[in-house]
């Protein structure tokens, strides 16, 4: 091989990688942006201490605000407290990579109806006698977009109920199940493109 074709062989093999970068960036391209998303979802898994707990939560935006919806099972009866956190990181065994509570405002720890709260303070499930949280809330403070979006944050399941009071996470005890908040598919969406205009 001449060191003519050597050279036009590196080129074409630079060229051909460089249109498989932006292909592959413009198919991801074609996703809305973070200001576009209207549906989330964090699929529960349980932690060191959370035995068998599970479940999976949507975030739907509404008129009305964010639609929180799901189920979680495998949690002892009562209540429990729930919250967004810092860090979509479920890492380590006990979750603590998910940080403390999501908030951006600096705020205290409060209930979800508080004035002043964390923004990550959804308050407190409650699990049956066969250990079944059905989730059906709506929350005005969390958001899917904008600079306090809880997309990418984590979502925490504790041991205990949360007292809405103590700082800074309501004495809820262990954290027994998380997650990590994604964008999920909204309805009317193909894979890999942007919403159907209406």
Known sequence: MTRKSFAFAIATGAALVA????????QHAEVPALGGVTKAVAVLHATKKGGDVHGKISFTQTPKG????????????GLHGFHVHEFGDCGSDDAMSAGGHFNPTNMPHAGPHADKRHVGDLGNIEANDKGVAKIDLHDSAITLSGAHSIIGRGLIVHAKADDLKSA????????????VIGVAKAAGMMSGTAPAKK
């Not at 800074?168 to 997650?179: S, T």
Request: with cysteine.
């Open 168 to 179: 800074p996470a309501g004495a809820a005890g262990d954290r027994v199940a998380c997650g």
């Open 19 to 26: 249109l498989c970068a932006i292909g592959s960036w413009a």
């Open 66 to 77: 964010i639609l929180v919806e799901g189920t979680i099972e495998g949690l002892t009866p």
